[in-house]
């Protein structure tokens, strides 16, 4: 079983950044592919980043060369730094943890593939 627990949501403008954090416990994510992925009122889970036990990074089209997943595996610690923000970007951000490798997008981008999820954290961009 992984616990995982999601920090550092928040209100803030537009153009402005933010870092999530997902704390995991009771297992090593090492060899745990690590994803982000988010959910706006009335909209199902929507993909935006995912990072491979191999060290590979994958994202959503509509946060490339904003966002940025990291994992610091020796704090068993995984991060979404997020820059430039947009008001679309507001929506509940969940942390989750698949155990594979796959770098098939339809295995890393699919929500219910994951078999862990924290309990989200809210993030609110205003205009």
């Known amino acids: 079983q992984v616990q995982l627990v999601e920090s550092g949501g928040g209100l803030v403008q537009a153009g402005g950044s933010l870092r999530l954090s997902c704390a995991a416990s009771?297992?090593?994510?090492?060899?745990?592919?690590m994803g982000w992925f988010r959910q706006a009122p009335g909209k199902e889970h929507e993909f935006v980043a995912a990072?491979?036990?191999?060290?590979?990074?994958y994202y959503a089209d509509s946060v490339k060369g904003r966002f940025t997943i990291s994992r610091d595996n020796a704090k068993n610690m995984m991060y979404l730094q997020m820059n430039s923000l947009k008001p679309e970007d507001t929506a509940v951000y969940y942390c989750?943890?698949?155990?594979?490798?796959?770098?098939?997008?339809?295995?890393?981008?699919?929500?219910?593939?994951?078999?862990?999820w924290g309990q989200g954290t809210q993030v609110t961009v205003s205009p």
């Open positions: 989750g943890a698949r155990d594979g490798n796959s770098g098939l997008y339809d295995v890393y981008a699919r929500y219910a593939r994951y078999n862990y």
């Open positions: 009771g297992r090593p994510i090492r060899t745990y592919t």
């Open positions: 990072g491979r036990s191999s060290g590979s990074t």
